[in-house]
Nanobody, 124 residues
Framework: QGQLVDSGGGSVETGASLSLSCAAS????????MAWFRQAPGKEREFVAG????????DYADSVKGRFTISRDNAKNTMYLQMNSLKPEDTGIYYC?????????????????WGQGTQVTVSS
């Protein structure tokens, strides 16, 4: 069975950078659109960034445009999220996800494969 394992979170100060990784195992996710979601304390899970199956199309939430970069390396079966200029409002648990049936979706319910989540904490 295919699995996603996300990692790279940590505790940093405002303005710092973090790079998250999402490694797939059990199956190749080359044909899947993938995305990052996050959930802050007391908030609903929200879309952060998405990427098409071949990496040719990317999509970002307005709150992270210009600061975050999503990418994928299908040869390594891994997706990444480079986060720069982090703000306290970026704090939350970040989850990677994959979908084959709902390409380009920003809705968490449309994603059938999920990582376990990695905590990102940004202090002021």
């Amino acid at each position: 069975q295919g699995q996603l394992v996300d990692s790279g979170g940590g505790s940093v100060e405002t303005g710092a950078s973090l790079s998250l990784s999402c490694a797939a195992s059990g199956r190749v996710f080359t044909g899947y659109d993938m995305a990052w979601f996050r959930q802050a304390p007391g908030k609903e899970r929200e879309f952060v960034a998405g990427i098409s199956w071949n990496g040719g199309i990317t999509d970002y939430a307005d709150s992270v445009k210009g600061r975050f970069t999503i990418s994928r390396d299908n040869a390594k079966n891994t997706m990444y999220l480079q986060m720069n200029s982090l703000k306290p409002e970026d704090t939350g648990i970040y989850y990677c996800a994959a979908t084959t049936n709902y390409r380009g979706s920003r809705i968490s319910e449309d994603y059938g494969y999920w990582g376990q989540g990695t905590q990102v904490t940004v202090s002021s």
